[in-house]
Antibody
Framework: EVQLLESGGGLVQPGGSLRLSCAASGFTLSTYAMSWVRQAPGRGLEWVSAIGSSTYYADSVKGRFTISRDNSKNTMYLQMNSLRAEDTAVYYC???????????WGQGTLVTVSS | QSVVTQPPSASGTPGQRVTISCSGSNSNIRSNYVYWFQQLPGTAPKLVIYRNDQRPSGVPDRFSGSKSGTSASLAISGLRSEDEADYYCAAWDDSLRGWVFGGGTKLTVL
């Protein structure tokens, strides 16, 4: 069964760091384009970052977040540094064989940035 | 302010046909595929239309998508109560080098 499972969310203080993981099963993540998408409480969807042959970032996270993947673990990561209150959101990972929003989505992991 | 704009709300009665619009620009909707997602409260987004007008397996043929120039639309015919949800459009933006989402449309089935 194809699945994306996010983990690593939690409560962190402003200025702190957190690393999210997105573990894939049922397909080879290294051959897919992958994205992180977030949704702040009561708000809409916001694309955060993508990885394929290159990496891409939304302006709101550029310089603070880093996307990567470990092919041996079939897992994608989002390293989040210098976290701000406005980064509070449910973070979803998504992947597609050609376009990163197209095939699979995870169930999300909640990140709360608060003192 | 979203780069891609949707009406904040839409509504219809059971059996009706409703459309949700998505307006963008040359760098996103005109140049790239449009995707539509349905999101029920407390759940992850679900893809209902991909590559402008393609339906994933399992999505009823009551859902259809179209694109013309810098705008796209999602149409739902034979409206049912279970269609009540938030709907988002998305496209890749060549200028921003990233995905852009519309602000979302809350569909109410009266």
């Amino acid at each position: 069964e194809v699945q994306l499972l996010e983990s690593g969310g939690g409560l962190v203080q402003p200025g702190g760091s957190l690393r999210l993981s997105c573990a894939a099963s049922g397909f080879t993540l290294s051959t897919y384009a992958m994205s992180w998408v977030r949704q702040a409480p009561g708000r809409g969807l916001e694309w955060v970052s993508a990885i394929g042959s290159s990496t891409y970032y939304a302006d709101s996270v550029k310089g603070r977040f880093t996307i990567s993947r470990d092919n041996s673990k079939n897992t994608m990561y989002l390293q989040m540094n210098s976290l701000r209150a406005e980064d509070t959101a449910v973070y979803y990972c998504a992947g597609g064989s050609t376009y990163s929003l197209e095939d699979y989505w995870g169930q999300g992991t909640l990140v709360t940035v608060s003192s | 302010q979203s780069v891609v704009t949707q009406p904040p709300s839409a509504s219809g009665t059971p059996g009706q046909r409703v459309t949700i619009s998505c307006s963008g620009s040359n760098s996103n909707i005109r140049s790239n595929y449009v995707y539509w997602f349905q999101q029920l409260p407390g759940t992850a987004p679900k893809l209902v239309i991909y590559r402008n007008d393609q339906r994933p397996s399992g999505v009823p043929d009551r859902f259809s998508g179209s694109k013309s120039g810098t705008s796209a639309s999602l149409a739902i015919s034979g409206l049912r109560s279970e269609d009540e949800a938030d709907y988002y459009c998305a496209a890749w933006d060549d200028s921003l080098r990233g995905w852009v989402f519309g602000g979302g449309t809350k569909l109410t089935v009266l």
